[in-house]
């Protein structure tokens, strides 16, 4: 069964450093999420991404975040400078075409999660 | 904006005892809902989804039903087993806002079933 896949899983960073977080949408998907979850908290939409651009970003997605599908199959969430409140488990999604014309109803499926701690 | 507002947990229940998580949403449009659940060090998976009024989602015995009129989709299940323990995180979508079709997430209600 095809899934998204993340990595790494855990990755630590200092503040103030840049990281890449990556993911592998599933194959023939044509919309891509990513989501955050603070460590006790609801999970947060952070941005979407078709067509090779943003659809819609939150205002948590300031300029200090960006996401790139560098290729035809990762999808990658780049932070420049990280800060301690950027810690959290942030979730991949991809969704495929519309199961009938323009809108309507398609599952996202979501990949396993990157936990990212900044110290 | 959209919005989910879910029961506050933790709840915690005794195996085979009748579970109901409560959701509310506040929506502009026509929204399809889900219930998602996040096991212990996992992401996220769909549990269940209703598209329109008077939909039952259905899985894994956890039942929901879309009431419009109510603004709510709570979640049930008849018997609950230890295995259940997890995060039940309800959501909502709209379908009719061309775009993205972002989900929102209620706050999450923390399940745990004792043996």
């Known amino acids: 069964e095809p899934e998204v896949t993340q990595t790494p899983s855990h990755q630590v960073t200092q503040m103030g450093q840049e990281v890449i977080l990556r993911c592998v949408p599933i194959?023939?998907?044509?919309?891509f999420y990513w989501y955050r979850q603070i460590l006790g908290q609801k999970v947060e939409f952070l941005v979407s991404f078709y067509n090779n651009e943003i659809s819609e970003k939150s205002e948590i997605f300031d300029d200090q975040f960006s996401v790139e599908r560098p290729d035809g199959s990762n999808f990658t969430l780049k932070i420049r400078s990280t800060k301690l409140e950027d810690s959290a488990m942030y979730f991949c999604a991809s969704r495929g075409r519309p199961l009938w014309g323009g809108a309507g109803y398609n599952e996202q499926f979501f990949g396993p999660g990157t936990r990212l701690t900044v110290l | 904006g959209d919005s989910v507002t879910q029961m506050e947990g933790p709840v915690t229940l005794s195996e085979e005892a009748f579970l109901t998580i409560n959701c509310t949403y506040t929506?502009?449009?026509?929204?399809?809902l889900f219930w998602y659940v996040q096991y212990p060090g996992e992401g996220l998976q769909l549990l269940l989804k209703a598209t329109k009024a008077d939909d039952k989602g259905s899985n894994k015995g956890f039942e929901a039903t879309y009431r419009k009129e109510t603004t709510s989709f709570h979640l049930e299940k008849g018997s609950v087993q230890v295995s259940d323990s997890a995060v039940y995180f309800c959501?909502?979508?709209?379908?009719?806002?061309?775009?993205?079709?972002?989900?929102?997430f209620g706050q999450g209600t923390r399940l745990t079933i004792n043996p």
């Open positions: 929506a502009t449009g026509y929204p399809s």
């Open positions: 959501a909502l979508s709209d379908p009719l806002i061309q775009g993205a079709q972002k989900l929102v």
């Open positions: 194959s023939n998907h044509l919309y």
